[in-house]
């Protein structure tokens, strides 16, 4: 049983050292909440009766409460403000005076971003070779901004530059298939908390490289077999001395087969009988 909280309000708290787990924390939908969006902060943990707490970073206090009957709670967030931007946590505690506090739950972020979006490209653009050097840039109106690059479904990718201009650069001197992807960049301030930019049209980085199918396919064999000839127009030698040793080797397992005697027959079970006269 979810229990929805009251709308969000400061509250004066003194914090106690943590006397159970952390709880779990989560947001939906996570990343970047437009001005104006909506947005929940879940809270769930192992026990029941007790009551969870929503803390944001900086303020100090929880900013508001929930006594759910179950273990998880949500605090929805409607009409999202730039202040609503930052840094949550939540815990629970039980009901006993004083009471006993868990451990803070990890921090997840909201970002709600108060500038326009800046202008992504790349350098140069279309299907790259692999080894090629390749310069992801990030053009805003943002001197003095920190930049931030991200690549769709990569967290290990994501890079950070402080911008002395208005273009950030992030060089990729040799790409290979695990650079293809998706790229997008924002920008905030360096204050603390940060403001957020919103994040720029998505760029593909496609990188060239064999796909599937690529490979010749055998030829049919030819109607009139292996005296029809094979047709060595458009391949090279390389390829073709391979494709013709296939072949012959197909014939040979063929002509093979032939000198094996079918045992349904009275010639084969008479050899079957007797055995082979050459050994």
């Not at 003194?14 to 006397?19: A, D, I, K, M, Q």
């Not at 279309?126 to 050097?133: L, M, W």
């Not at 905030?188 to 490979?215: F, H, R």
Request: overall charge negative; aromatic content about 8%.
């Amino acid at each position: 049983m979810r229990f929805v909280s009251p709308p969000l309000t400061a509250c004066l708290f003194v914090t106690p050292e943590g006397s159970y787990p952390k709880p779990s924390i989560s947001i939906s939908p996570s990343g970047v909440i437009p001005m104006g969006g909506n947005f929940t902060i879940w809270c769930w943990h192992q026990l029941l009766d007790m009551s969870i707490q929503l803390y944001k970073a900086g303020d100090g206090n929880y900013l508001t409460y929930t006594d759910p009957a179950g273990s998880e709670a949500e605090f929805p967030i409607t009409s999202a403000r730039r202040d609503h931007g930052g840094s949550y946590t939540c815990r629970y505690s039980n009901r006993t005076d004083p009471p006993a506090y868990s451990e803070p739950s990890d921090p997840v972020q909201i970002i709600v971003p108060s500038y326009p979006k800046p202008n992504i490209s790349l350098r140069p653009s279309g299907r790259v070779a692999p080894g090629a050097a390749v310069t992801v840039r990030c053009e805003c109106q943002c001197r003095g901004a920190r930049v931030l690059l991200s690549k769709a479904g990569d967290s290990d990718a994501r890079r950070v530059i402080d911008l002395s201009g208005d273009v950030a650069e992030f060089p990729i001197r040799s790409v290979s298939q695990r650079d293809a992807g998706s790229y997008s960049c924002q920008y905030s301030t360096k204050s603390n908390p940060s403001v957020w930019s919103e994040p720029s049209n998505p760029v593909e980085l496609i990188v060239a490289g064999e796909e599937p199918g690529s490979m010749y396919p055998l030829p049919a064999p030819h109607p009139a077999g292996l005296s029809g000839g094979l047709a060595l127009v458009g391949r090279s030698e390389p390829e073709w001395g391979i494709i013709i040793l296939l072949h012959l080797l197909s014939v040979s397992l063929q002509t093979q087969e032939s000198w094996f005697p079918d045992w349904g027959t009275p010639l084969g079970r008479q050899m079957g009988t007797e055995g082979f006269s050459g050994f």
